[in-house]
C-alpha cells in the first residue's frame, strides 16, 4: 500500500509541474494556446470576446490571475495600453510576457508623427493582425516556441500539435478564400480601422469607415459623407464589430439600403463562437451572403 500511495504521489508531483501556467490577454490567443498546449497547459484569458479588447478595466482579479501565472501572452503593437498596469499590479517578477506580433509583418505603420488628432492610432502598426489567418499561423508558431522553451519536455507534443493546427488552417485558408472570391476587389464599408489584414488577405476593398478617424465616436457630418460614398460607389454592405454602437451604421443603411453585418472579432464574441476557426467561418459567412 505504502508503495502504492509513493507512487501517486510521483504521479501526481509530476503532473502538476509538467503544466505551464498561461494567462491571455484575448480569448482568441486562449483559443490558440488551447490548441497546441492541450492538457499540458493551464490557460485563462483577460478580455471577454464581446469587449473592445482596446480597453478593459483594470481589476485586481486580473492582476490575481497574473501572479500565479508563468506567461502573459499578449496581441502587442499597443493594443493592449491596460496590461502594463495589471503586469505591475501582479508582482509577479518570474512573470514573463510573451509577444505574439514580433515576427508579423506589420501594416498601416505611421511613418510620421502620431498625436491624438490622428484618432486612436498605433504608433508601431495596426494591432488586429488576427484577422488574417495567415498571421494566425506565425502567431501559433510563437506560441508552440514560447512553450517549449519553458516546457523542453513536452516540445514534441506541442510542436504535433502546432503542426496539426497549421494543417488545418491551411485547409480552412483555401476554403475561406473561395468562399470570398466573389467579393474580390468589391467595396465595402467597415465600421472600425479593425480589418486592413482581413481585406488584404482576401482580396476585399476597404472603401471607408464608418468611424472619422480610428477610436472616434461617427458624426453627423462623417454619416453624411458616408451616405454619399455608400451611395455613389453602389456599396451594398457595411461590416462592423458587434460590441460597438450600430446607431450609424443604421441610420447609413437606411438612407441607402445597405445591409449592416455586426459580426464577432474574437472567440466567444457571440454564442456558440468559441474557437478562432468558428468566428472565422461565421464572418466569412455573414459577408457572403
Same mark, same amino acid.
Given at each position: 500500500?505504502?508503495?502504492?500511495?509513493?507512487?501517486?504521489?510521483?504521479?501526481?508531483?509530476?503532473?502538476?509541474?509538467?503544466?505551464?501556467?498561461?494567462?491571455?490577454?484575448?480569448?482568441?490567443?486562449?483559443?490558440?494556446?488551447?490548441?497546441?498546449?492541450?492538457?499540458?497547459?493551464?490557460?485563462?484569458?483577460?478580455?471577454?470576446?464581446?469587449?473592445?479588447?482596446?480597453?478593459?478595466?483594470?481589476?485586481?482579479?486580473?492582476?490575481?490571475?497574473?501572479?500565479?501565472? $508563468?506567461?502573459?501572452?499578449?496581441?502587442?503593437?499597443?493594443?493592449?495600453?491596460?496590461?502594463?498596469?495589471?503586469?505591475?499590479?501582479?508582482?509577479?517578477?518570474?512573470?514573463?510576457?510573451?509577444?505574439?506580433?514580433?515576427?508579423?509583418?506589420?501594416?498601416?505603420?505611421?511613418?510620421?508623427?502620431?498625436?491624438?488628432?490622428?484618432?486612436?492610432?498605433?504608433?508601431?502598426?495596426?494591432?488586429?493582425?488576427?484577422? $488574417?489567418?495567415?498571421?494566425?499561423?506565425?502567431?501559433?508558431?510563437?506560441?508552440?516556441?514560447?512553450?517549449?522553451?519553458?516546457?523542453?519536455?513536452?516540445?514534441?507534443?506541442?510542436?504535433?500539435?502546432?503542426?496539426?493546427?497549421?494543417?488545418?488552417?491551411?485547409?480552412?485558408?483555401?476554403?475561406?478564400?473561395?468562399?470570398?472570391?466573389?467579393?474580390?476587389?468589391?467595396?465595402?464599408?467597415?465600421?472600425?480601422?479593425?480589418?486592413?489584414?482581413?481585406?488584404?488577405?482576401?482580396?476585399?476593398?476597404?472603401?471607408?469607415?464608418?468611424?472619422?478617424?480610428?477610436?472616434?465616436?461617427?458624426?453627423?457630418?462623417?454619416?453624411? $459623407?458616408?451616405?454619399?460614398?455608400?451611395?455613389?460607389?453602389?456599396?451594398?454592405?457595411?461590416?462592423?464589430?458587434?460590441?460597438?454602437?450600430?446607431?450609424?451604421?443604421?441610420?447609413?443603411?437606411?438612407?441607402?439600403?445597405?445591409?449592416?453585418?455586426?459580426?464577432?472579432?474574437?472567440?466567444?464574441?457571440?454564442?456558440?463562437?468559441?474557437?478562432?476557426?468558428?468566428?472565422?467561418?461565421?464572418?466569412?459567412?455573414?459577408?457572403?451572403?
Amino acid at each position: 500500500m505504502k508503495k502504492i500511495i509513493l507512487l501517486a504521489l510521483f504521479f501526481i508531483f509530476n503532473l502538476t509541474f509538467a503544466q505551464v501556467n498561461v494567462v491571455t490577454t484575448t480569448s482568441t490567443i486562449y483559443d490558440l494556446v488551447k490548441e497546441i498546449g492541450k492538457d499540458k497547459v493551464e490557460v485563462d484569458y483577460l478580455c471577454r470576446g464581446d469587449q473592445d479588447p482596446h480597453f478593459l478595466e483594470v481589476k485586481p482579479s486580473y492582476m490575481m490571475k497574473l501572479r500565479k501565472a $508563468d506567461m502573459l501572452m499578449k496581441i502587442g503593437l499597443g493594443l493592449e495600453m491596460w496590461a502594463q498596469q495589471l503586469i505591475d499590479g501582479s508582482r509577479n517578477s518570474k512573470l514573463e510576457v510573451v509577444d505574439l506580433s514580433i515576427d508579423i509583418s506589420k501594416k498601416e505603420v505611421p511613418t510620421g508623427k502620431v498625436d491624438a488628432s490622428q484618432g486612436d492610432i498605433h504608433p508601431y502598426g495596426n494591432p488586429h493582425y488576427w484577422l $488574417d489567418p495567415e498571421n494566425v499561423k506565425v502567431m501559433a508558431k510563437e506560441i508552440y516556441e514560447a512553450l517549449s522553451d519553458k516546457d523542453s519536455e513536452n516540445s514534441a507534443f506541442y510542436k504535433k500539435n502546432y503542426e496539426a493546427y497549421s494543417k488545418k488552417l491551411d485547409a480552412k485558408i483555401s476554403e475561406w478564400k473561395n468562399k470570398l472570391s466573389a467579393l474580390k476587389d468589391k467595396p465595402i464599408v467597415f465600421f472600425h480601422a479593425s480589418w486592413i489584414y482581413f481585406a488584404e488577405r482576401f482580396g476585399i476593398k476597404i472603401a471607408g469607415y464608418v468611424e472619422p478617424k480610428p477610436g472616434i465616436t461617427p458624426t453627423p457630418s462623417h454619416n453624411a $459623407d458616408v451616405i454619399n460614398l455608400v451611395k455613389k460607389n453602389k456599396i451594398t454592405k457595411i461590416v462592423m464589430e458587434n460590441f460597438y454602437s450600430d446607431n450609424a451604421p443604421n441610420q447609413i443603411a437606411e438612407k441607402t439600403g445597405a445591409k449592416v453585418i455586426k459580426v464577432p472579432v474574437n472567440v466567444y464574441g457571440m454564442e456558440g463562437v468559441d474557437t478562432y476557426i468558428k468566428m472565422m467561418d461565421y464572418i466569412i459567412n455573414q459577408i457572403t451572403k
